[in-house]
């Protein structure tokens, strides 16, 4: 664990799926950031793999990733990079969701830091991760 991690304790993780919602301008991404942030030393995690997803999937959409590019910057938002250590922890859990490279870093991070995940595709993940800690957000604003 890294020296940021240590001071901060990560509440909850957005998939791949989370931040193309947020990329589309959905506002329930940034009301998860503000009630976590609300608390002291809680942090939004962001897998560096599930960012990168969200980008490639935003690549014709300059809005989307201007909005990509302003979350990673918001108080409270923590990149969580892939080195050799994840990288090597996080694989199996690549193989857990049938070799989807961004989820699989999601669900390291979902179970490593023992935080809520949240996506808009809850039935992407496996059942006993689910009823504990998988949260799904709403794909289209109330």
Do not use: C
Not at 24 to 29: L, M, S
Not at 37 to 62: F, G, K, M, Q, W
């Amino acid at each position: 664990m890294g020296a940021l991690e240590a001071r901060n304790e990560i509440r909850a993780v957005l998939d791949h799926t989370a931040l193309q919602s947020y990329a589309r301008g959905h506002v329930h991404v940034g009301e998860l950031f503000r009630e976590v942030t609300d608390e002291d030393n809680a942090v939004v995690a962001i897998p560096s793999v599930a960012l990168l997803e969200a980008y490639a999937r935003s690549i014709d959409d300059p809005q989307a990733k201007a909005l990509l590019n302003y979350m990673v910057t918001l108080p409270g938002a923590m990149v969580l990079d892939l080195d050799t250590t994840t990288a090597a922890q996080a694989a199996g859990y690549v193989r857990t969701m049938r070799g989807n490279l961004a989820r699989g870093h999601a669900l390291w991070a979902i179970l490593t830091y023992e935080a809520l995940g949240f996506t808009t595709e809850p039935e992407a993940y496996p059942e006993q991760v689910l009823e504990d800690q998988v949260v799904a957000i709403p794909t289209k604003n109330a």
